[in-house]
């Protein structure tokens, strides 16, 4: 559609997870219209991300150390465990401040039709790390999707055969939302998990 590198830096914001070609052109056209815009920054913060990050050796969340914060703070509960996809995940549950145990990140969810299989994920690490320490419960906080509740069972087979005991993240009706909206599937799950009023 432009010409040249124009079209290329377009492209290339494009090829990012959720930017559509429109999104891609208005970023391309922010930079480029945008005087005070210090390019050199961005690319220079790009190439140190790149350089410094990595996943912790521990639980598998970004980090520029060996270890995660988490995994290095002496006050997080180490008898608990709580088993996400993604490291986006650990940062919000911990938007929550309601937990304060330890994280296992799984780098993804079984998914057949991506081609992966639960080899693909971190699985195999964390019941190593189970198998190392006094873990009480593992809480698995997989998305409420196909492949999170695939990875969820998985996941429970594998720990009850070694009698670890493990909980579900609850899931229903949003706060702030309407009955009439409601998918069949979430509002199963609402009477399922439903609470007594105290």
Known sequence: MYDGIVQDLIDEFGRLPGIGPKSAQRIAFHILQTQNFDVSK????????REKVRFCEVCGNLTEHERCSICRDPRRDESLICVVEEPKDVVAI?????FRGLYHVLGGAISPIDGIGPDDLSIPALMRR???SQVQEVIIATDPNLEGEATAAYLSRLLTAIE???????????????????????????????????
């Open 42 to 49: 961005l690319a220079e913060l790009l190439s140190e991300v």
């Open 164 to 198: 670890v005991p493990v909980s579900r993240l609850a899931s229903g009706l949003p706060v702030g939302g309407d009955l009439e909206f409601a998918d069949e599937v979430t509002l199963g799950r609402a009477f399922e998990g439903r609470r007594k009023v105290e």
């Open 94 to 98: 911990e938007r929550t401040r309601q």
């Open 130 to 132: 189970i198998g190392e």
